[in-house]
Each structure stands twice: as C-alpha cells, then as structure tokens.
C-alpha cells in the first residue's frame, strides 16, 4: 500500500494543517511503509485497517485540508438534529417524528469550493449536501464557521441496521467528533461502551455537548455537567471539552460556536484526529509485530551454519583424505623402494569412493544414496533451524514464522544443492606433481646402482676366496667403485626418500588447506542463496517495519 500522495494532487496538501503537517504526512508515510514492510508476514486482517487508514488519510489530505469535518453523534432523543438546525441557523434536519427513516446522513458545509469532493469521497448523496455561503453567516468573529463541514449522523441507538453501519462508517472521516448527549440518558451504557470509551485516544478531537439542559433545574446544572465529566475521566477522556446547551432555546450554542471556530482556525482537529488514528493504528500493529531490537545475524552465526554444513556433507573428512591421498601418493613415488610396501595400500579418496587419478565427480554419489542421503538432510535441516532460531531472537511470532519459512523452504534439496556445490569446488585431486615422478625415476636408478654395485663387490669376494679371475676394480677416492656405487646408491635413495617425504607432507597440507578453502566457498555460497539472503531480506524487512512503527507512534 503506497504512502504517497497521487500524482495530480496538490504539491503539498497537508500545508494546510499549518507547520506540524508536514509531520503528520510523515508519520502517515510511516504507517504505510510499515504496512507493506509487513506484508505477507503479517495476517492480512490484521494489516486492513493500517492500510485503509493510509489511503483513506491520503486521498483526505489530497482533495481539502481547507476543511474541518464535525459529526454530531448522539442517540434517539438526544437533540442532536435540533443542535444540527441551531448551528447552521437553517431548517435542515428533521426532528422528533420528521426525522427521515434514511440510513444517509445530512450534511452542511460552509463556504463551497473544494467542499463537495470531500463530501462525495464520504459518500454523502447530493440530495443530503447543503452548502451555507459565508457571506449569510450573521455570526460574531469568533463564531464564525468558514471551513466547516457539519455531519449530522444517524442516531447511533437506531433500530435500523443500515443507520448503525453509516454512522460507524461516517465516524471514521471526522476530524472533530461532537457527542450529544440526552440529560435522562447521558450515562447510556450503549453509547459509552460501543463508541465513547473505545475512542478515548481521540480525546483531543472530542467535544461532548449535553443537549436539553433546561429540562434541569438551574441550580443542577452544574451538578449534572460534572457527572458528566467524571465518567468521561473515569473513561479515559480527561480534558474533554464539555458545554451545556439547549438548541431550542439557543443556551451554549454560540459557546459551541466558538468552540469549533477556533479548532477550525487552527486547522489542528483534522491533524488531531489523523494523528490520533496514526497513532492507533501503529499501535495495534506494534502489538502483534513488535519494535523490538533485535540482534540479527553475527559472524558467529555465520561461522556455525556454516561449519554445521561443510560436517553434513563430510567435507573435513575428504580435506582430512585429500591431505592423506596426497602424502600417500607421494610417499609411493618418491619413497625408497625396498621400503614401499610398508606404505598403506589403500588410498584414503578410494575410500571415499573417490578415484584419486580422476576428480572429485564421484562425490555426488552421496545424493543417491538413500541412507546417506537422509542422514545428510537431517543434519542440514537441524543445522537451518538452529540458524533461523538464533535469527529470530526477541521478534515476534510473525516474523519468527516468517523467518523459519524462508529458511526451511528449501531444504528438501539443500543437500543436492551442497553436493553439486562441492563437485563444481575448484579441487585437484587428480594426478601427481613432475616432480615426484621424476624422483620415482632417480629412485630406481639409484636402486640399480645399490644393486649393480652390490653385485659387483659379492663377485670381487668370491674371487678373492676362490680361484675365479676377475679385473681389479677402479678406485675413487681410495674407495673400489663398487663399494661406491653400493653406498651411492643406497645415501640417493634414503636420502632421496628422506627429502620428499617432507615435501610430500607439506604438499598434502596444502592441497588440503586449498581444497578447504574451496569447499567453504562453494558451501558458503549455498549458505548464502538458500539460507542466509532469504533470513537477511525478512530481518531487513522487520527493521523497515520497526522503524516505520515507532515512527509512525509518534
């Protein structure tokens, strides 16, 4: 529902309220951003009438802040048509036995320009509309009523159903409300209890007039105007204007006079009474939606859904056998060779399912494995929850829903999701460092040289201990050569062996910290599409609802 005022309405319309309109017209914005920060989120029924007040109150400021609308309220008897007569000092409304059996109610507005599209927007017939010129208004200064639109409202203790719902229709668009009440009846449980105490908030706006006063004895008046009072305290209207009058007879009608003139030259009772229903409206929803601060998601949270998941789809454990592969792998090809059959036979990625010399593909084997596949959901789904709980603290039921549906909506596929997340993982598993290949080579070089040179000094010992002829070895460094080639040989292969070991270790601790790496990225990315953006776009849209709300309060 937007806040704004249509395009063919006056630049600023609540300029007419004098300088704290422009307050007010914000305060309305508020309510109407606050309403559609809560849409969805909110129940519809509980939204309407924040909704309804925006529009009604914009599309009110956008044809006449130049008017002030007054209802005259009261039950059967009450005088509140002959009141009606007496302040337009016309012969408008019917009375007693003439009151027309219409569910309309009549008005009359003073001074006509702007005043009859305000009066087809309430839904007033052309039939019931009068308008008064100024110009025939014998009223004193201070009584005059230029500006002033008069609503005389069906009475509210009418047995007709049609009157009850135009009246609390009617209620609702005026900027002042006059409650007349009848000297026998002021007490009237039914007019207290439906319209009088429930609008306690609009005590501002509100004028009580307690009609017939000279079917009272003079000296009781007075008595009779502060029990008056003291109910409306004791109703939660305390400071409310309230007059003694007798339309037939004219007592207190001028003091009535005066009293709208100067709300109407103030222009502060139609900001009053839509302030009033801002107010109340922003309240309402504050009660159901709540305001309050709320700590929202911290690095903490993130870091723990985060982990929750990479543990769901075991990627410690394949970082943990992608370091062990790698140190395997390279212990085999650049180890010693007499020596390599001490090494694990089966490479820790095969257990996994995982081909070593391939890629990590076959991971996705996971989601097709049913077994697999259940536990694997479980653990993310327990993991969202506890992300969504601890998103939702201090909000109200609502958004909590709210938050627990964007987050849990798609979980029937997040695991799918975190599968193929990890198979599109930049990860090289496959394969062997050059290197390592080309040490393999040395290896066995230096192998067939231990051997060769072995060879070569067991046959010098046999033909010095037996009668074979065999040519005196060279020399090196006063060392035969085969003692050289055998000792060469065997210092290459260990030492060989010895070197890449180290590097093999370190290789593995890197592949795997590169893999880590890549498998958080890839996880954070689900985290952040399925989970995290849809938890942020709801908490976002409660900090838009708060901070409209309190502003809108006032």
Not at 178 to 199: G, N, S, T
Not at 233 to 256: C, H, M, N, Y
Request: charged fraction near 25%; glycine fraction near 8%.
């Amino acid at each position: 529902m937007s806040s704004t005022i249509p395009a063919e309405a006056p630049p600023t319309p609540v300029a007419s309220f004098g300088g704290e309109g422009n307050e007010v017209s914000a305060r309305l914005d508020a309510l109407a951003a606050a309403v559609e920060a809560a849409r969805g989120r909110i129940d519809d029924k509980v939204l309407a009438p924040g909704a309804e007040l925006s529009e009604r109150a914009a599309e009110r400021l956008r044809l006449s802040g130049e008017h002030t609308i007054v209802a005259l309220a009261g039950a059967t008897g009450s005088g509140k048509s002959s009141l009606f007569n007496a302040l337009t000092d016309l012969d408008l409304a019917g009375v007693g036995v003439r009151r027309p059996t219409t569910s309309w109610a009549l008005a009359c507005a003073w001074g006509p320009e702007g005043a009859q599209g305000l009066l087809e927007w309430m839904g007033i017939p052309a039939r019931h509309q009068v308008s008064r010129l100024s110009m025939l208004d014998r009223s004193a200064e201070d009584q005059k009523l230029d500006g002033l639109v008069l609503l005389d409202l069906p009475d509210h203790d009418s047995t007709e159903v049609d009157h009850h719902l135009e009246m609390d229709r009617l209620v609702k668009y005026a900027d002042v409300l006059v409650w007349v009440l009848d000297p026998q009846k002021y007490a009237d449980a039914a007019l207290h209890d439906r319209y009088i105490r429930p609008m306690a908030s609009f005590r501002d706006v509100t004028v009580v007039v307690l009609n017939q006063i000279d079917r009272i004895p003079f000296e009781q008046r007075g008595n009779a105007l502060a029990d008056v009072k003291r109910i409306l305290d004791d109703e939660g209207l305390q400071g409310v204007t309230v007059i003694g009058a007798s339309a037939t007879r004219g007592d207190g009608v001028d003091e009535l006079k005066r009293e709208l003139a100067q709300r109407i030259r103030a222009k502060a009772s139609a900001k009053g009474r839509l302030g009033s229903d801002i107010a109340g409206a922003a309240s309402r929803l504050a009660d159901v939606g709540g305001t309050s601060q709320v700590p929202g998601i911290g690095p903490v949270d993130r870091e723990a859904l985060d982990l929750a998941l990479l543990d769901c789809v075991g990627v410690p454990q394949l970082v943990e056998a992608i370091e062990a592969s790698t140190r395997r792998r390279a212990t085999r090809l650049t180890g010693w060779p007499v020596t390599r059959w001490l090494v694990r036979r089966t490479d820790p990625l095969q257990e996994l399912g995982i081909d070593p010399e391939r890629s990590i593909s076959r991971l996705v084997r996971a989601a097709e494995v049913p077994g697999e596949a259940n536990v694997q959901r479980a653990q993310a789904e327990t993991a969202v929850r506890d992300f969504a709980e601890k998103a939702s603290v201090g909000l109200e039921v609502p958004w909590r829903d709210a938050i627990r549906l964007v987050s849990t909506s798609r979980s029937d596929d997040i695991v799918i999701s975190l599968d193929r997340a990890i198979v599109r993982a930049d990860v090289d598993v496959a394969g062997s460092a050059v290197l390592w290949r080309i040490v393999n080579v040395l290896q066995w070089l230096a192998l067939v040289v231990l051997v060769g040179g072995l060879v070569w000094w067991g046959l010098e010992v046999l033909a010095d201990n037996t009668s074979m002829t065999l040519r005196a070895a060279p020399e090196v460094a006063g060392y035969e050569l085969p003692v050289v080639l055998a000792v060469g040989g065997l210092a290459v292969g260990i030492g060989l062996a010895a070197i890449f070991r180290i590097v093999g270790w370190v290789t593995g601790r890197i592949r795997a910290r590169k893999a880590e790496r890549a498998f958080t990225a890839a996880i954070e990315e689900v985290a952040d599409s399925r989970v995290i953006n849809p938890v942020e776009t709801e908490l976002a849209a409660y900090a838009q609802f708060r901070t409209n709300i309190i502003r809108a309060r006032g």
